[in-house]
C-alpha cells in the first residue's frame, strides 16, 4: 500500500507543476478563511481522490478541498487524511517549498504517511514505524540526530510570531531556518534538524502525513501540555500547538 499511496503523491504533484510551470491557468482565490486556493489545489486534489477511491474505496478520505461535515466524520475510526498541496502561499511565491501530504489515521494516530516535493522529486514516507527519504532514485531509511546546538526549524509564514521569539529567547544556544509546509516535520525526521516549535494555527490536513514521518523516524509530535497529538475527528480541524523534537 505505501508505493501505491507514493505514486498517486507523484501523479498529483505531476499535476501540480502543470500549473507551475504556467501549462495552465493558476487561477488564485481566497477561501472562506482567508487561505489561498489555486487550480493546482483542485487538480492535486481530484488526482487523490480518484486514485484512494481506485485502491482503497471502503475508507473515507478527508481532503482541505473536500472537508465533510461533522456529522458524516464523527464515527469515523479509519480514515485518509489529505492535503493536496500544502504550502499554497509558498506555491504562489514560487520557492518550491510545498507538498503533497496523504496520511492514513486509524484510532487517531498517523500510522502511514507520504510527502512529497514536486519540484524536486523527493519523497517521504512512513509505515510499520520505519521512516525513508527518497531522492533521484535512492531510498534509504532515515533516523532523528542530534546535534549542539539544536537546529530550530520555523514555519516561513508564521516564523515571527512573538509566542514563538519568546519561546526561542528561553531555549537557549541554537540556530533556525524558516521552510514551507510539511518540510518542517521531514527536516526533524532526516536528522537535518532536531526541533519544530509551532504556536500558530494549523489545521490536521498540514500535519497528519509530517507526523507519520516523524514519528517512524523517532521524533516525538506533543502538544505543549506533552500529551501526543491526536486525529480523532473532532467538530473542529483545528491542532492545538504542538512541538516536533527528538529529546
Not at 514536486?118 to 546535534?147: C, F, L, N
Request: contains cysteine; glycine residues 8%; proline residues 5%.
Amino acid at each position: 500500500m505505501l508505493e501505491q499511496i507514493c505514486q498517486l503523491a507523484r501523479e498529483a504533484g505531476d499535476a501540480i507543476m502543470v500549473v507551475y510551470n504556467g501549462e495552465q491557468p493558476v487561477d488564485a482565490r481566497q477561501k472562506k478563511d482567508d487561505s489561498p486556493v489555486t487550480a493546482a489545489d483542485i487538480a492535486a486534489h481530484n488526482v487523490i481522490k480518484r486514485g484512494l477511491a481506485r485502491l482503497d474505496g471502503q475508507t473515507p478520505m478527508l481532503s482541505e478541498e473536500d472537508p465533510q461535515s461533522w456529522d458524516e466524520r464523527k464515527k469515523w475510526t479509519r480514515y485518509w487524511l489529505v492535503d493536496p498541496l500544502d504550502g499554497t502561499k509558498e506555491f504562489l511565491k514560487r520557492n518550491g517549498e510545498f507538498t503533497v501530504n496523504i496520511a492514513l489515521i486509524e484510532e487517531g494516530k498517523p500510522v502511514l504517511g507520504v510527502v512529497y516535493v514536486p519540484v524536486t522529486g523527493v519523497m517521504y514516507s512512513a509505515a510499520d514505524g520505519k521512516a525513508w527519504k527518497e531522492d533521484k532514485g535512492q531510498r534509504q531509511q532515515i533516523h532523528v540526530k542530534d546535534a549542539t546546538p539544536p537546529l530550530v526549524v520555523v514555519s516561513r509564514s508564521h516564523g515571527s510570531d512573538q509566542e514563538l521569539q519568546d519561546y526561542l529567547t528561553q531555549l537557549g544556544e541554537h540556530q533556525t531556518v524558516s521552510v514551507g509546509s510539511s518540510l518542517k516535520f521531514c527536516l526533524v525526521a532526516e536528522g537535518s534538524a532536531q526541533l519544530y516549535p509551532r504556536f500558530g494555527p494549523t489545521n490536521i490536513w498540514d500535519t497528519g502525513a509530517g507526523h507519520a514521518v516523524a514519528v517512524a523516524a523517532g521524533a516525538k509530535v506533543h502538544n505543549w501540555q506533552g500529551q501526543t497529538l491526536l486525529y480523532t475527528p473532532q467538530e473542529s480541524f483545528l491542532n492545538p500547538g504542538f512541538r516536533v523534537t527528538i529529546f
